[in-house]
Antibody, heavy 120, light 113 residues
C-alpha cells in the first residue's frame, strides 16, 4: 500500500525558513517523480515543484523559484522541500504527491498534508 | 503558462440526476506524438487530500465508480457524474500535466439540491 507522510510544518515568521519532509513507502521510490502541491486556506490547488526519480531534474512554480528547493534521498525514501524567505502568501497545506510513472505531473497518490503558517 | 478555467464555480444537483462540469485550457493539452490529452480530474472532500478520478481525459482510475466519466480533447473537457450520489459532494478540479507549471482549474463545488 502506497503511503506518503508529510512532516515539518508549523508557524514561522515572514522571512524565515522551514524544511518539509515526506516519508514514502509501498512503492519503489527511486522510480518515480515526486511533487509538492499546496493549498492556501479555503483556496484551490497550486503545484509547487517536481523532482524526477533520479533527482537530476527539478522544476518550480514561478511563485517559489529561487526561494524553495526540492530534493530527495532515495536511500531513505524521503522527499524534501526547503523553504526560505517565506512570505505570508506561502501559508498553505503542503501536500506531497507521487507522480504516475508514465506521466510526470499526474498525481496518483497524495499525503494528508502539513500546514505551514507564515505570520508574525 | 496554461490557464485552466472551470465552469460553473458551483453546482447543485438532485440525487440521482446528472452533474456536468466543464474545463477549458488556454492552449491544447493534446500531445500529437501519442494522441493523448494530458488532462486529469480530481475530487477533494473536506479535510482530505485530492483523489484522482480521471486521467488522459477519459481513463477512469482503478476503483472509481463508473458513474464518473471524462470526455473532450484539445482545449475543452467535461467531467460527468451520471447519477449523483450523496458521497459525491466535493470540490472537483481539472488539471493539465502537459507542461510545467502544472496548473489546476479553480475548482467546482458540487452540492445536493
Amino acid at each position: 500500500e502506497v503511503q506518503l507522510v508529510e512532516s515539518g510544518g508549523g508557524l514561522v515568521q515572514p522571512g524565515g525558513s522551514l524544511r518539509l519532509s515526506c516519508a514514502a513507502s509501498g512503492f519503489t521510490f527511486s522510480n518515480y517523480a515526486m511533487s509538492w502541491v499546496r493549498q492556501a486556506p479555503g483556496k484551490g490547488l497550486e503545484w509547487v515543484s517536481i523532482i524526477l526519480g533520479s533527482g537530476a531534474g527539478t522544476y518550480y512554480a514561478d511563485s517559489v523559484k529561487g526561494r524553495f528547493t526540492i530534493s530527495r534521498d532515495n536511500s531513505k525514501n524521503t522527499l524534501y522541500l526547503q523553504m526560505n524567505s517565506l512570505r505570508a502568501e506561502d501559508t498553505a497545506v503542503y501536500y506531497c504527491a507521487k507522480d504516475l510513472i508514465a506521466a510526470p505531473g499526474l498525481f496518483d497518490y497524495w499525503g494528508q498534508g502539513t500546514l505551514v503558517t507564515v505570520s508574525s | 503558462d496554461i490557464v485552466m478555467t472551470q465552469s460553473p464555480d458551483s453546482l447543485a444537483v438532485f440525487l440521482g440526476e446528472r452533474a456536468t462540469i466543464n474545463c477549458k485550457s488556454s492552449q491544447s493539452v493534446l500531445y500529437s506524438s501519442n494522441n493523448k490529452n494530458y488532462l486529469a480530474w480530481y475530487q477533494q472532500k473536506p479535510g482530505q487530500p485530492p483523489k484522482v478520478l480521471i486521467y488522459w481525459a477519459s481513463t477512469r482510475e482503478s476503483g472509481v465508480p463508473d458513474r464518473f466519466s471524462g470526455s473532450g480533447s484539445g482545449t475543452d473537457f467535461t467531467l460527468t457524474i451520471s447519477s449523483l450520489q450523496a458521497e459525491d459532494v466535493a470540490v472537483y478540479y481539472c488539471q493539465q500535466y502537459y507542461s510545467t507549471p502544472y496548473t489546476f482549474g479553480q475548482g467546482t463545488k458540487l452540492e445536493i439540491k
